[in-house]
């Protein structure tokens, strides 16, 4: 700071530099001097007609820079009267970039880059004159030339403060000064102090004021002389930047309020006071800030708690200085100014702390202009000083405000075009397409459909163009100042903005470089006007300068700049080809010759495609269209035609006309554009097609139908596609290479009226001005039904769960379609005039239409020709304007609202008869107002039907009661225009309305400081705008469709899943029709019923209280909450991480819903998870343990319950891990046995067939290790969620863990004790190739070894303690322990293997009791070495393929392959071999070594443990197989067998002796329950058993199992002969579920297309097909023996379907009288499924308790379990879920629910009160799970992981 001590107070620059010498500064031009007489002395003139051209600028050479420091800068001056002057300031900021910051009385409105500001300047006039009234007046041209009475005037300049707010920059020093023509100069300085001009000294002395307070008056040498007895703002203007004029539409630099207001300084203090002080305003603060300041500024926030605000509230200010200030680190950031006026006060804020009154505009902060501004202007009630106010609010004043912010994002949008349909452009990667939709760019991905969206402009888009790498995008807006904005593509901000002063512009092209853009358009007076822009810096941020500029009277269609030279253009239009070019500033065109053509109407022009600037230009070739069907080939060197061809229509022969059409006559075919690759010609005309031509026209080789007239046509870069457009809005493109056509975009091309949404299908219906009604779906934006009607229609509604809707036409005609046969099934014409409102009860079972002329009508809609029940005429106010939705019926369909008879008039009518309830008057609701206000929209609140929202023309909402008609609250000022539509979300938390362009969500309530956050987008007025049904989106429709994504939360999911949530019943005590969602749930597609009855009495509430408030501690960590009553819990953080000794809760409990009425929504959102990065390449070579690729991911945060508080138990392990690597240890002498599956360690008791589980682990398990006393187990297995990998030490008699090693950052590839179980060793994966030395005492690290390559296995020596060998793919290793003291080290020697053996990896090894070591190869041999040497001196191929195991015991070594072989190899005459001796050759290896004995196994060794004979012991597969193997007799038992691959399926016998399992490999098993051993096996080659299930018949002789598989077969097993019994052949699709029926007569199966085949076991003969679920895969098929009648059915059981899209039906059925009726059809409504896999399944089963009750659960908006009674035909009950279900089973024993999911949790879950515990024993997603039917055993299934538990209750 001491270097800028000079420049205090105040620097006088003229001074400085020593302007009178021009040394450091310098003059161009007419600049003089002259002395005067008002301030009586020399000043400089400045004058000429050119500013440019005369100028002082100040330093001379750009190279200098002035450094001054000061944050203020001023300008005592006055300009020319009559003419223009500019002033230029270049500012250094922080970072070093150098703004130019520009004014002048030339610039009409503001412009903003990154490195330059231009401000218009407004010259004052002087007091009284005639000027400064009419200035006032108008309020508009202030702008122009100086008037004559102009005054000397000192202008302050904040550069701080333009810079930070502007482009968000800190202010360095101001760099150079250029003061152009037209001007008088006294001087210019710069200081960091607040001066006052008007302040002499004697009055500053006696105000206080002081330069220590910032503040001061005018230097002597700097001031203006006031005679004495005037007032210094009598002769002069003082004039500061920030501004405080009257509002203008653009930022400006002007003069502020007159001398009384702007006077006062009293209240300035200095940064350093911290006290709390006021800013004092004389007016409303926004009426004196301009527009664009308005919204780049930081607002303060409005602390009205209602949105009813009369005047300004009064709020405190306070002031903190802080350090980190939130522009720059400088003090003067709390230096504020503060000006005179009455008692209102308002807070200053930082941005941080600040918002923005909820206006979100999609523009950039250097942008100037945006249509918000206009709402903004009365919606921010309290706006901050636009000064260097930037003061700290504490945090006791902080805000509340409308959560999260943006509560809305768009998502996507419907519609092309707007201005126009004919400028759509590719991508140079050909992947997306650029195109307008009215007032936004939509850059759409053409494979996934997905939209980026450039929003800025305020109206429609009229042009759009590219540079040649589609780096830059280039577009314009229409209106009577047509705007350019220049884009960065790829980030998605606008670069530039400009103004060409032209009423509209047509027509853009970027140079290929993107260094030149070129503009059509017409300029005022109806001229043509061509603009040339140099865009070279736009990229950079810099400034857009015009090259060149043209008018002309030539017709100008389309205009493009040459692809190889930036500098040449070539156009066309009517009458004219021409050819253009810019040439030292100008721009000159030369026409074509066209000869005889010259008559014609050119639409489009394209160059040959290469922008090589090197081709002569010789050989240019320019194509041209015309709409007359010519296309013509020019030269461009020669500027003539080279060729003409014209598209004539196919000829038909006609009685009255014989001559014949020739080249010249005859009605052309028009062509609207043309577009060139290098091997062909696209084209795009009238007629509708699109043809693609060879380059000589010879013929056309592909062409395009479309509906309308192709508009425009563009080729990709790649020459693979082309792009069409047509003038009826649509937008698709032709794959040239398969001939394939996709459509990328419908629109409508006109307004859309209005909309309803089918929540159930997702489907959106609406009707348009262009006289269609249009059926979209709203997931891929497809439109899918186009209706067509001479009549307009005007409004639409869906039907609540029917696929069937009504449209309003404006004739008065109703009619109701039937989507699915798209066929008419009723028209109604009761109706005189347009309908203007449409609405279906929620309940589905009336429909009601109002017309323009008063008339309501009321229709039956429960009958198909939807007949009139009442029409009542003059009820509904006449006129059009509360059209499409003049009518709302409440949530519980009782009540009809709309406004009429007369406009101030609310009716509530009942919605059964339509007899008149209540009538609201809302103009005399305010008694304060002067004129009468009339209602609007009306609209009930879903979840408080007692509140009917209305809006008025008075800009309000009001909240009426509909009971009593009394105001309960009213929201003032809800638009600047009138509220068009308004809408309340379903849990009435939430506001919707729509005004004008603009949609504005609300906090229902009206209870936080800013209730409202504003979206813009819509360039028209917003027709109709509400929430989708799924409370997820927000749609408005107006010029165009737009899909909003809603981001807040429901307010149960704002709490943790592991925070209290409530078992709710809302029973109360009344009779309650089910709501609309619950109409949605409960659908009755295309079977027609009565009307769900209505329960009598409410269902019964759960005894909440008998729960022990004592337990409620130790139970879960969600809490019970009632309606009326809540529970204290203790809350429990679950950490996931790790066991803790504190008391957790054993228990949790889960929302239970038990409801006549659905709640509100509970949406939870789960973040995907993210993908790692590629890890190292996996060896070639089987030995080496890959773990088997998973998507699941392991919930952290479920809490296992306590030991001994369990309510399931794990009885049994199932399989072995055939995927694991040594994996299975067995120590005979001490009858140790144990073996992985999956995450569990199963040690198992041969004598007894018990086990014991070691549970501990979350991943697969790669590899055991037992010590050499059998006391302890080490287990490895991956690390959860990229973490390291975990290796626990079990202490195998009690089965606890000892201790954790959490080392490897792989996986482990092996671990294994030393001999005296001194070392413990530890090998990782071929990702992190590192061998750990641990003491097996302490299970401290000793030392490590990182090795290059991948290491297969690792063993200690058994004679020497210090020895150790590993072997790899780089060779062998040979380790030596080295213990000095307590520190250990380890020696690695490595050799590579013998060159005898080739290039191969060693992958196997084992120690003989003397000092030769075996290592085995991926080739099959095995090598014999000398550990003293290190030296191979044996070799012998023993097996042809891999060998991954090797055990040695004694002289025999054992040899296992991949080749399936387990070999016995007898190597005692080893011993005698001498070391040194290398023994090669057959001969010699034939005398050492005897293969004694060899079998073949289920599949490739992976595991193998012996006893020291070798004769007996254990081999593991990658079957999932144990094998016990004696080669003394020979024999092989299999121990233990588990699958190979997926199970598909496991159930259980209804005698619970036995169960079956079936998989993937094509086998289905069947196992004894009482030992888990497997009974028989029935496999299937190359096909996939996908399900199984067991004949009801209890005996054993007659038992039988039925499997569907892959090929679309059945297959019938008979346990008692171990035999296939039948084969059925019912599908063609591969079969998802089979069930035989309860009483086992038929078979029913379904197959993957959903149909439902009923086959007999006996004849296998097909029955029937049921195909009501064709197109959906069957999930789930069950049959329950439950008598129909209290269904009004015939039928002794009942069975259900359900299938993938969420669909469930429920039949009764008597097989043997060929019965089988639908009882019930249930469609769940489900929000779009964007995840990466396919979403979760849909899944049914009946309650085994009461079957008249079906439990649901699939994707959907909650995760949750839905209980739906089919006897109430609505869901009474909900349990909500953490995530989402893969399977699940109900019990019939204590009501308990299994539920597993994707995050490997089996959930048991106490259905009556949502008491849950988690269990964690999977390493996958569970995909099956089964209760017994004695319900005292449970299967649950993770991929080939099968676990049985022992049910003990909750």
Known sequence: MASKGWQHPYVNIFKHVRVEDWKRSAKEGDVSTY?????????????????????????????????????????????????????????????????????????????????????????GAAKDSVYESTAKSARRGLVGPAPTSVRWTCLMLDLQYTLSVYLNRCSSHLKSIKLCANMAVKNMFTSDLLLDPGVSFSEAKLMGLASSQGTGPMPREMSFPVPKGSSWHDLYDYIRFPSEGTKLPFDSIQKGSPHPEARCFSNQRSPSRKETRCV????????????????????????????????????????????????????????????????????????????????????????????????????????????????????????????????????????????????????????????????????????????????????????????????????????????????????????????????????????????????????????????????????????VTILAKAHTDVDIHTMKVASFDDTRMVSCGRDNIRLWRVWNGRLRSCPVNLGEYHSMDFTDVAFEEGNSPSQPLDDRTLFASSRSGYIFEIDYSRVVIRNVRRLLPAQQQHANRREKWTFNTGPGIAINSISVSSSFCATGSEDGFLRLWPLDFSAVFLEAEHEGPVSLVSVSSDSLQVLAGTSTGNLGFLDVSSRGYSTLMRSHTDTVLGFSVDGIRRHLTTASSDGTVRIWNM???????????????????????????????????????????????????????????????PDGELMYSADSQGSLALYNASEED???????????????????????????????????????????????????????????????????????????????????????????????????????????????????SLAVSEDSRFLLTAGHNAVKVWDYNMQLNINSQMFIGHS?????????????????????????????????????????????DNSAPKSVKPDSEMSRVQLSNGMPRQTAPLPSSPPPRLDVSTLDQVDQGALGSLSICDDSLTIPTVAVGASGSGLSSDHRPAVSFLKVTELDSMPPLNVSRTDAAELKGKTPVRPDCYRHFVPRFKTSTLDQAAVPPQPGEEGIKLKAVIGYNGNGRGNMVWSPDQGLFAYSCGCVVVVEYLHTGRQRHLQGHSEEISCLAVSNDAKTVASAAGG??????????????????????????????????????????SVGDFSDPEVALWSSRTFQLLSSVSVS??????????????????????????????????????????????????????????????????????????????????????????????????????????????????????????????????????????????????????????????????????????????????????????????????????????????????????????????????????????????????????????????????????????????????????????????????????????????????????????????????????????????????FGLEGSEMWLAASADRRVSVWAADWLKDKCDLVDWLTFPAPAYFGDDSPPPSLAAFCPADPSLVVYTGYGVEKELSFYSLVKKQIIKKIALPHWATCFSLSCKDQLIAVGSKERVLKLIKSTSGRFQDFLRHSDSLQTCHFSPSGTLLFTVAYNEILLWEVQGL
Request: overall charge negative; hydrophobic content about 35%.
């Open 280 to 543: 004092n305003l004389s007016k409303p603060v926004q009426d004196r800030v301009s527009l664009i300041q308005q919204i780049t500024t930081p607002k303060a926030l409005p602390r009205n708690r209602t949105p009813l605000v009369t005047n300004i509230p009064e709020l405190g200010v306070v002031s903190t200085h802080q350090e980190d200030d939130w522009l720059c680190h400088d003090d003067d950031q709390h230096q504020q100014e503060s000006t005179c006026s009455s008692s209102h006060q308002l807070t200053s804020r930082p941005i941080r702390d600040t918002a923005d009154g909820g206006i979100h505009v999609y523009v950039h902060p250097e942008d100037g202009i945006s249509k918000s501004g206009e709402e903004s202007e009365e919606e921010v009630v309290c706006t901050p000083v636009p000064h260097p106010v930037h003061l700290s609010a504490s945090k006791e004043t902080r805000q509340q405000k409308l959560l999260p912010d943006p509560i809305l994002r768009l998502n996507r949008i419907i519609g092309f075009g707007g201005a126009t349909t004919k400028c759509a452009l590719w991508t140079k990667s050909g992947d997306s397409v650029v195109y307008p939709c009215h007032a936004i760019i939509i850059s759409m991905k053409i494979s996934s459909n997905q939209q980026r969206f450039f929003i800025g402009h305020t109206d429609k888009v009229s042009a759009l163009a590219f540079n040649g790498n589609t780096t830059l995008l280039a577009s314009a807006q229409t209106g009577n100042h047509s705007v350019v904005r220049v884009w960065n593509y790829h980030k998605g901000n606008s670069l530039a903005m400009f103004r060409i002063h032209a009423n509209s512009l047509s027509s853009l092209s970027f140079s290929y470089s993107g260094s030149v853009l070129c503009g059509v358009g017409k300029d005022s007076h109806s001229k043509t006007m061509v603009v040339v822009w140099n865009t070279l810096n736009a990229s950079k941020g810099g400034e």
């Open 779 to 841: 997931d891929s934006l497809h439109q899918l039904y186009d209706f067509v009607s001479e009549d307009s229609p005007c409004s639409v509604a869906f039907h609540p769960s029917e696929q069937v809707f009504s449209c309003g036409f404006s004739s008065g005609i109703v009619r109701v379609f039937d989507i699915s046969s798209a066929k008419l099934l009723a028209e109604h014409k009761q109706h005189r005039g347009q309908v203007v409102g449409l609405a279906f009860s």
């Open 866 to 980: 939807l007949n009139v029940i009442r029409v009542v005429c003059n009820v509904v106010a006449r006129g059009t304007e509360r059209a499409p939705d003049a009518l709302t019926v409440s949530s519980d369909s009782r009540c009809l609202a709309f406004v009429g008879p007369s406009e101030y008039i609310v009716t509530i009518a009942d919605s059964q008869s339509l007899d008149e309830l209540l009538h609201v008057d809302v103009s005399i609701l305010d008694v304060e107002s002067t004129r009468l206000d009339s209602a609007l929209k009306v609209c009930f609140s879903p979840a408080s039907t007692e509140h009917l929202l209305v809006t008025t023309s008075a800009n309000k909402i009001l909240w009426v009661s509909t009971k009593t008609g009394r105001l309960l609250r009213e929201a003032s000022k809800v638009h600047k225009h009138q509220c068009s």
């Open 1349 to 1686: 390559g991948p290491i297969h296995d690792a063993a200690f020596s058994p004679s020497a303690a210090s020895q150790l060998a590993c072997v790899g793919s780089q060779g062998a290793y040979f380790c030596l322990i080295h213990t000095h003291g307590l520190a250990v080290d380890l020696k690695v020697q490595r050799v590579k293997a013998p060159a005898e053996v080739g290039d191969v990896e060693l992958t196997a090894l084992s120690y003989h009791m003397d000092s030769f070591l075996f290592t085995a190869t991926n080739r099959g041999h095995v090598c014999v070495w000398d550990v003293n040497t290190h030296h191979c001196f044996m070799t012998w191929e023993a097996d042809e393929g891999e060998i991954g195991v090797l055990l040695c015991r004694g002289n025999h070594l054992l040899t296992g392959s991949n080749t399936r072989w387990l070999r016995l190899w007898e190597v005692e005459a080893l011993q005698g071999v001498k070391p040194q001796e290398m023994v090669s050759s057959v001969e010699d290896r034939g005398t050492v070594v005897v293969l004694e004995q060899e079998i073949m196994l289920d599949g490739t060794t992976v595991s193998a443990a012996f006893d020291s004979t070798a004769d007996m012991g254990i081999v593991g597969t990658t079957a999932g197989t144990l094998w016990y193997i004696n080669w003394s007799d020979n024999s092989s038992i299999r121990l233990v067998s588990g699958h190979k691959t997926k199970v598909n399926g496991v159930v259980f016998s209804s005698d619970e002796r036995h169960f079956a399992t079936c998989s993937e490999d094509g086998s289905v098993r069947v196992w004894s329950a009482t030992s888990n051993e497997l009974v028989v096996q029935f496999q299937v080659l190359n096909q996939a058993c996908d399900c199984v299930c067991w004949s009801p018949s209890s005996v054993e002789d007659s038992a039988r199992v039925a499997a569907g598989y892959s090929d679309g077969t059945l297959r019938i097993f008979q346990l008692a002969s171990s035999e296939m019994e039948m084969k059925l052949h019912p599908h063609h699709v591969a079969v998802t579920a089979i069930q035989y029926s309860a009483d086992g007569h038929v078979i029913l199966s379904a197959g993957q297309n959903g149909l439902v085949a009923v086959s007999s076991p006996v004849n296998g003969a097909t029955i029937r097909v049921i195909r009501d679920h064709k197109g959906a895969q069957i999930t789930t098929i069950q049959c329950v023996n439950e008598q129909c009648k209290i």
């Open 35 to 123: 002395t005067n007489k008002t301030l009586k002395c020399s000043v400089f003139q400045i004058r000429g007609p050119v500013p440019a051209n005369n100028y002082i600028l100040v330093p001379k050479n750009s190279s200098q820079s002035l450094g001054l420091s000061g944050r203020y800068f001023y300008l005592l001056f006055r300009p020319t009267p009559g003419k223009y002057f500019v002033v230029h300031l270049d500012v250094s900021a922080e970072e070093g970039q150098v703004v130019r910051i520009s004014f002048s009385n030339m610039f009409k409105e503001f412009k903003s880059t990154a490195t330059w500001l231009q401000f218009p300047f407004l010259c």
């Open 1280 to 1321: 959860s969620n990229g973490s390291r990998s975990l290796i626990c030490i079990w202490d195998v008699q009690n089965g606890t863990c000892r201790n954790n090693i959490s080392y490897h950052r792989g996986a482990v590839q092996s671990v294994t004790f030393s001999r005296d179980d001194m070392f413990f060793l």
């Open 1020 to 1064: 028209q007025p917003i027709r109709q705008v509400s929430f989708s049904p799924d409370q997820l989106g927000v749609i408005s429709v107006g010029d165009g469709i737009f899909f909003w994504d809603f981001q807040a939360h429901p307010a149960e999911s704002l709490t943790d899943r592991r925070s209290p949530l409530r078992v709710s």
